[in-house]
Structure formats: structure tokens, C-alpha cells
């Protein structure tokens, strides 16, 4: 891994000169990295930070180097990957019969939990895909 850009995480400021500032903390005090300025630099700004700042952690956990794999998924890679995701889970039931289809654990007898449903054990991958797939399409 060869990660030669700032590290994350960076933030938006507005620059008291006009536009938006796109900076990194070095020590706790900004510095600007990117300026967007006229229509829609707000937005623009907001979006190439948070883009910055997916690829950067997605990067990081994944030790790879966080310019390939952005420019890797740039034509809508992610969403082919949520799409996957939510293909692999599937529309069934997690829990059927009293038994999780995913991570094999047994409800019956346990007077909370519906025969049929969700899973809500937070290690089971079927609740991590769903609770996940939720979160990046901002239905929670
Ligand atoms: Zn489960």
C-alpha cells in the first residue's frame, strides 16, 4: 500500500474570502487542500469531502491504497456492491421456524422473538448486510 494522499478525515469550510474550503486538520488547525467556488460550490464541497472521506476509511480498513480504489469504483461500483449485498440476503425471512437462515441461531423457546423474522443478533451477517444496506441507502 503506497498512500501518498492527505489522510482523512477533512471538512468543509466556508472561506471568509468566498467559496468553500475543503481541509484537513494538520495539528488541529485547518488547511485548505481544494476551494470550490460558484454555483452549487457548497454542495460540491460537501460531496468531494464526503467522497474523500469514504474512500480514505474504506482504505484504511481495507489497507489499500485509497486513490486506486476510488478511481477503481468510480463508475457506480458501490452500488453494484449494495446491490449484491442485498441480492445475497435476499427477501426471505432471516429467522424461519425459530432457526436465523444466516447465522444459525436457535429462537425457539425464546418468548421475545418471533418464529419468523429479522435476526437481532448484531454479529449475525444477515443483520450486519441489512442494518448496512439501510444505512447507505439512509432508510434508518
Ligand atoms: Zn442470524
Redesign the pocket.
Known sequence: MDNRHTPGPVFVVKHPGGGWSIQDRDGGVGRCIAMRYGDSSEDNARLLAASYNAFDAAASRLNLNAVELAERMQSGMLADLLKALEDLHGSAP?VQGGI?Q??G?DYIGDDSMALSGD?P?DD?P??IARVLAAEVRGTV
Open positions: 432471516e436465523c444466516h447465522c441461531r435476526c443478533s449475525c444477515a443483520h
